[in-house]
Structures are given as structure tokens and as C-alpha cells.
């Protein structure tokens, strides 16, 4: 087991001070930390993929004073994926942090993501710990009837397009959904709240390669790290 603290937070859009600061303290308190769809950030970002002129469709790692000599080599691929690789005491983990198209996004441009993130997983040595995170825009539910090896039974909703395509990606790869394998109460499983409040859904996942599920201790999002997507004023850079 690797004695390692993940923390993955979806920033959309605009982020106000207050969650600046919450970023900063959960930096401080996580020896990795993944960020989907970047823009305003006070804290050094070490490890970047994307666009920095364009507030939509980034991602990056920021890693903690202490693990950074543990980097091995990273690599961005494109504004919606971005590998690393950790050494550690008892294997190599390799992270790949995602941002997936959303459901409603054309098939042509979910088929080609998901080929990109085949090509990024395959390249990774096979007997690395692979941690996939971020926010891959998928409802995987509850129901796990076939599909037991990829998720568990404590997911949120109704499987949608981007669920099938995740559980898919995940049986063909070996792979388990972290979020869906902990009884926790619904709160604790919702990642993402709609601008006014009226639609919460589990669509940031974790996951992590067949052979590490034990290693996997717990999935939950913290409290205040649920950020809602907010409009980006038209002044802002």
C-alpha cells in the first residue's frame, strides 16, 4: 500500500477568493493535487496542460513540497489530459488527471478523448499503481449488474452515455470506479452542483488499475472542495 493523499477539485469557469484560499489549504494538506478546467489560481501550478490564454478546458497537478523530488517524468497531452509519474517506496504510481467532454457532447468528440486516454494509458508501464482522476462528465449509478470488476453498488443517479463509455473503458482496461466501492451517505458522493442549486450529480471520479484495489482506502469529496460552475466575467483574463 502507498501512503499517499490524492485530492482532485473541478474548478469551472471563475473562482472566487474564498475557494482560493481553500485550494491553497488543501495544497498544504494533500501531496498531490488534480485541478479539471483551470483559469484564476494564486498558488504555483507545477505540472500544466492546455491553454493558458483561454478560460475553458485545462488541467494540471500541483504537487506538494514534499513529493516533488519523487516526479519522474510528466507529460501534457492536450488541454484535457495530463500524465505524471511518482516514484514511492514499494512501486511506481503513475497519475492521469481527465476532463472529459460532457454527455452532451458529440459522439465524434467523446470517441476521439477516450482514444487519446487509451493511448495515454497504454504507454504507462504495466507494473505502475495508474490512478485516472478528474472530471470525466460521467453517470455510472448504482446498478453494477455485468460490470461488478469496474464499480461497486454505492454510485449516484442513472447511468447516462458518458457512465456506459466509462464502465466500457474500465472493464476492457481493468480498472475500478473508487466512488462507487464506499458506502457513504449521497452528500458525500455528489461532486458537482448546477449554478442554481437545483441539480447535483456524481460526475468526478477516481479510478485505480484492478490489481491496487486494495490500496484504494476511501472516495469521498470533501465539503467545501464542491465547486459550483459560475459565469466568467467578460473582464477578466
Known sequence: MISCLISHFTLSLYIKTKKIKMLQYQTRH????????ITQLSCTVIL??????QHMRSVALIVSKEKV??????????????RARFNSMHCKLTLIQCYAPTNEAKQEEKDQWYE??????????????????????????????DCERAMGKHGCGVMNDN???????CLINNYVIGGTIFPHKTIHKLTWKSPDGSTTNQ??????NGKWR?????????PWSRCQQRPLPRNSH
Open 30 to 37: 494533500s501531496f498531490i493535487l488534480s485541478i479539471s478546467n
Open 48 to 53: 500544466h496542460s492546455g491553454h493558458y490564454d
Open 69 to 82: 523530488n519523487t516526479l519522474l517524468d510528466w507529460e501534457p497531452l492536450g488541454d484535457r489530459l495530463i
Open 116 to 145: 487519446e486516454l487509451q493511448q495515454a494509458v497504454s504507454k504507462v508501464p504495466q507494473h505502475d499503481m495508474i490512478v485516472i482522476m478528474g472530471d470525466i462528465n460521467a453517470k455510472v449509478g448504482a446498478d453494477n449488474t
Open 163 to 169: 457512465g456506459e463509455r466509462l464502465v466500457d473503458f
Open 203 to 208: 460526475i468526478d471520479h477516481i479510478l485505480i
Open 214 to 222: 486494495r490500496s484504494l482506502q476511501d472516495v469521498r469529496p470533501l
